[in-house]
């Protein structure tokens, strides 16, 4: 069973950049879209975008163009930069796996970051 | 964005049925997933494709979508049954997701 694992720092200061990385092991990621959501504490989940592959890419108007993926297809990894992070950032953040229009049937055990000065 | 509505909490009895409802625009055009979650855990999917049930989620667990709304329905709900359960579709760009359902089971 494939296994999603997050990592990054756990705490950002305000205005400055969010970066997550994905390590996707016991499957390739050369299949399906990989997505990044994340949850506020206490509140609903939130799609940030997902990648391909092949690096094409679809980000949740909303984030109004704070956000950037890529992949690193040698060492099967999806990143997430977001820029100019406020506390309402602050998040439970996820990967997971899905195919465009289906489940995501895949996700990782989430990573929690605290955006503070 | 994608809007799904859901309601913010369902109670019910050990043994009995609890439905969850989802609405959004043109629902009936596309797959819904639901997903549990329980406190400090990542979410699972227990339905996929409006009424599929992945291996391992049990038979309680059904799905419908009648394009107005989809449902959720968990039949002889269980005290292990008490999670936050959310829905799921995908708009024309984006993804959507419910402001989840708290069931207790009581």
């Known amino acids: 069973q494939v296994y999603l694992q997050e990592s990054g720092p756990g705490v950002v200061t305000p205005s400055e950049t969010l970066s997550l990385t994905c390590t996707v092991s016991?499957?390739?990621?050369?299949?399906?879209?990989w997505s990044w959501i994340r949850q506020p504490p206490g509140k609903g989940l939130e799609w940030i975008g997902y990648?391909?592959?092949?690096?094409?890419?679809n980000y949740n108007p909303s984030l109004k163009g704070r956000v950037i993926m890529s992949v690193d297809t040698t060492e099967n990894q999806i990143s997430l930069n977001l820029n100019f992070v406020t506390a309402a950032d602050t998040a439970v953040y996820f990967c997971?796996?899905?195919?465009?229009?289906?489940?995501?049937?895949?996700w990782g055990q989430g990573t929690s970051v605290t955006v503070t000065s | 964005s994608y809007d799904l509505t859901q309601p913010p909490s369902v109670s019910v009895s050990p043994g009995q049925t609890a439905s969850i409802t989802c609405s959004g625009e043109?629902?009936?055009?596309?797959?819904v997933s639901w997903y549990q979650q329980k406190p400090g855990q990542s979410p699972v999917v227990v339905i996929y494709?409006?009424?599929k049930r992945p291996s391992g989620i049990p038979e309680r667990f059904s799905g419908s979508n009648s394009g107005i709304s989809a449902t959720l329905t968990i039949s002889g709900t269980q005290t292990v049954d008490e999670a936050d359960y959310f829905c799921?579709?995908?708009?024309?760009?984006?993804?959507?997701f419910g402001g989840g359902t708290k069931v207790t089971v009581l």
């Open positions: 799921q579709a995908w708009g024309s760009t984006t993804v959507g």
């Open positions: 043109k629902l009936g055009d596309r797959y």
């Open positions: 990648i391909y592959f092949n690096g094409y890419t």
């Open positions: 997971a796996r899905a195919e465009v229009g289906d489940a995501f049937d895949v």
């Open positions: 494709q409006d009424n």
């Open positions: 016991r499957g390739s990621i050369s299949t399906y879209y």
